[in-house]
């Protein structure tokens, strides 16, 4: 009797800790935008552990630009953070006239393979290569210090390694980075002019993450600046990151322990967790804001409510910097901020006065023009700019 | 403040929480009782919430999903079933087995049909307010304001305890799991009754399972029990195979969870909710013990105990509800740990009389 007991414990305690080093193994998920990337962290590494799933292929003569692409851990069509940087890429591609065996990717299948799969791509003469995921910056670097004839761009990379305030700047490298706080600070001016209740909530991944922190950030100084005596519900989920971003559930709940405490905007910034508060929102008939990319598109339980996304333009970017890579545009290297904003309005165009519309755009301005500060000094964990 | 709203908020989240949690918990009752471990139970409520999204999606009716949702946790069940007692697979593997096995397909399948084709969720079961009973003060919001769910998993505990322990069939469960051969002896079929309770627990996790997408989310997510049905274990263990055992520790799982997120929100301080939480908790656990104390006739010196821990509690909760506290915001880590630290601390106590059904595990062959 007590050594089955002993064994079911003991079989609990396994599960816990092969469970809990899946996620530790899988470090990538710690600056991950806050989307649902995390997903295939988890689901990926313990299957296929440390194994590249496709080489470069060879022979591309006809090629002069040669682009790879090394994905952060996970797979090219995440729906979001792999996906947009490829995107970019194929439209740069295609806008340089390159064929289609003269840009490839590696899907990373684990941390410890990066290095490797840049290596790759050098070995067999790419001429760019973009890399994605801030736990690949120092592999990123290194290979740019070595080999200086190869452009190199990382998504989720700021130069700035040291943390002087100043970019660490190597002349074939560009990391791109994102201004979350802004976009956050949009959706909580727009959550802020359009609560009834004065009430607002937002709910968030692991604090672990600095883009999810600045969204945060951002957010609650944006209902703030435009309506000082709002109440602002936050809360994080306390899990791991890599059960952080994929608890619906959780989300939901959250959300709905906001609303019975008198929110009436919901913000979720966490991947399917914050899906789940958006959608539990959105069940109780109030307006939710979305997060990183358009997500009236990629949700569509909550296209009835969504009143607009914080998000960030990767595909852009990515597009951009390869070409600038490739000598259309001109070359950037260090930290490369690229556009956040709130996206499109969509079913929501004609219910939000177009006072606030015009507050919005005013505000906008201002944060491109440096009057207003999204991300203030000594905001933990955020990576603001001392 | 820390008004009527508040414990209203945070009691009724815990129900809701506890939800998914006792009925992961019945489903392993009902296959341990018999003899079979049954460790895929977050497997089994995987793969049922995502049967359930894609039924619910397809009938456009969030019943039919449920019961779809149902079904899929009884076949893979019965795969768990077959699996031990069949093929006499060793049953911690097969539960594991299952586990992976619903992370993989779910994961496909999500990827290959949900995906690509954008097919959106129906939403979420209506709250049913229960006529009358919702208009008691203070309990009414608590307990008779959700959605159906939770009144299942109410009667399912009910039920569950009825059916184990004052029914034929519940005894003859009891004694094939404790003594298969001597069941046998007196004729009772002991694969075939092994067999009938594990599916009926699968259907058990399927309804789970189905919660999260019927209830509580409205979609489904890859991954998205995140190991609710490894905590549903524990709360069996510490429930001590007893369904209003695993009831009062789910509960107590999810009070604590409830008051982690509570505690986050930021509009209540911190250190003084623990402090009269805390004061109250043991006023009513002090209570309870005097209580039973004096009904059981112990002797004085627990009698006293009891009524210190009262007392003391009684004077906690008066200063947590008056005193002034410096603000102070406990990090939010500590309040995630919080569930499973005060789970520990409460149930250690209580484990004491712990013991599985001593056939469990244990493949049964005749002689």
Redesign the interface.
């Known amino acids: ?1 007590r050594k ?2 002993f ?3 003991l ?2 305690l396994t ?2 800790l092969v ?1 809990s080093a899946c996620g530790g193994a899988t470090p990538t998920a710690t600056e991950k935008p806050a989307t ?1 990337a995390p ?1 295939e962290v ?2 990926e590494a313990p ?1 296929e552990p440390a194994a590249t799933e496709e080489a470069p292929t060879e022979e591309a003569a006809g090629c002069a630009i040669r682009i790879g692409y090394v994905t952060d851990v996970g797979r090219i069509d995440d ?1 979001s953070f792999n996906e947009a940087s490829w995107t970019g890429i194929q439209q740069a591609a295609e806008q340089l006239g390159l064929g289609d065996d003269c840009y490839d990717y590696i899907e990373t299948q684990d941390t410890a393979d990066y290095v490797s799969n840049i290596e790759a791509f050098v070995k067999e003469g790419y001429t760019i290569i973009v890399t994605s995921g801030f736990l690949i910056t120092e592999g990123t670097r290194t290979a740019a210090e070595s080999n200086p004839d190869i452009k190199f761009v990382g998504t989720d990379q700021g130069q700035d390694v040291d943390y002087d305030g100043v970019d660490d700047v190597i002349p074939n490298l560009t990391g791109i980075l994102f201004h979350e706080d802004q976009s956050g600070f949009l959706a909580g001016a727009l959550a802020g002019l359009m609560t009834e209740s004065n009430t607002i ?1 937002g709910v968030y991944g692991t ?1 672990t993450v600095p883009p999810v922190v600045r969204f945060k950030v951002g957010y609650e100084l944006g209902a703030k600046h435009v309506n000082p005596d709002i ?6 989920h ?2 791991t990151s890599d ?1 952080a971003f ?5 989300g ?3 959300a ?3 609303i ?2 008198g929110a009436d905007v919901i913000f979720g910034a966490g991947g ?1 967790t914050g ?2 508060a958006l ?2 929102a959105c ?1 109780a008939g109030l307006p939710v804001i979305g997060v990183d990319v358009d997500q009236y598109l990629t949700v ?2 909550v ?1 009835a409510c969504i009143m607009s996304s914080a998000q960030k333009d990767l595909v852009t970017a990515v597009r951009d910097n390869v070409l600038a890579a490739a000598g259309e545009g001109e070359w950037t290297p260090g930290t490369f901020y690229g556009k956040a904003f709130l996206a499109p309005f969509h079913d929501w165009e004609d219910k939000i006065p177009d006072d606030v519309k015009a507050t919005l755009e005013d505000l906008a301005e201002q944060i491109l023009a440096g009057e207003i500060v999204t991300c203030p000094p000594g905001s933990e964990g955020a990576g603001c700019p001392e | 403040m820390m008004d009527e709203k508040f414990f209203i908020g945070l009691l009724a989240l815990a129900f809701v929480k506890a939800t998914p949690i006792t009925l992961g918990a019945l489903t392993g009752i009902y296959s341990e009782r018999s003899g079979i471990i049954n460790i895929g139970i977050e497997g089994t409520m995987l793969v049922a919430a995502f049967t359930s999204f894609i039924v619910s999606v397809v009938s456009q009716n969030l019943w039919v999903g449920l019961l779809g949702g149902m079904l899929a946790g009884g076949l893979v069940s019965l795969l768990l079933a077959v699996l031990s007692i069949r093929y006499k697979v060793n049953q911690i593997i097969a539960g594991m087995v299952i586990n992976l096995l619903a992370i993989g397909v779910t994961n496909y399948a999500t990827r290959v049909y949900i995906d690509t084709s954008g097919i959106a969720g129906i939403g979420v079961l209506p709250k049913w307010r229960i006529p009358l009973l919702m208009d008691i003060p203070i309990l009414g919001p608590i307990l008779f304001q959700h959605q159906p769910l939770v009144y299942f998993m109410f009667g399912l505990v009910v039920l569950t305890h009825y059916v184990m322990f004052y029914t034929p069939w519940g005894l003859r469960t009891r004694a094939v799991g404790e003594h298969p051969r001597a069941a046998d002896t007196v004729g009772i079929p002991v694969n075939p009754m092994r067999y009938a309770s594990t599916v009926i627990g699968g259907l058990i996790a399927g309804m789970a399972g189905s919660f999260l997408v019927v209830e509580a989310v409205g979609s489904f997510q890859k991954m998205m029990t995140t190991g609710r049905g490894f905590i549903a274990l524990a709360v069996m263990i510490f429930g001590r195979w007893n369904p209003f055992g695993a009831l009062v520790a789910a509960l107590l799982f999810g009070f604590a969870e409830a008051l982690g997120v509570r505690l986050q929100l930021g509009d209540i301080n911190n250190i003084q909710a623990l402090v009269y939480l805390t004061g109250l908790g043991m006023l009513l656990g002090g209570t309870i013990q005097m209580i039973t104390d004096f009904v059981k006739k112990k002797e004085t010196r627990s009698k006293i105990i009891a009524g210190m821990v009262a007392i003391t509690g009684l004077i906690a909760a008066i200063l947590g509800q008056t005193l002034t506290f410096p603000p102070t915001v406990i990090p939010f880590q500590f309040l995630g740990i919080l569930p499973y630290v005060l789970t520990i601390l409460v149930l250690t106590g209580m484990v004491r009389g712990a013991a599985a059904p001593a056939a469990e595990g244990v493949v049964y062959e005749k002689q």
């Open positions: 009797m089955n007991l064994v079911s414990l079989v609990l599960i816990v469970l649902d997903t988890v689901t299957t729906d909530g604090n109440t602002v519900l936050s809360a994080y306390p899990g059960v994929v608890d619906p559930a959780w939901g709940e959250t709905q322990t906001m019975d405490q399917d899906n789940g959608t539990a069940n569509p339980e296209q």
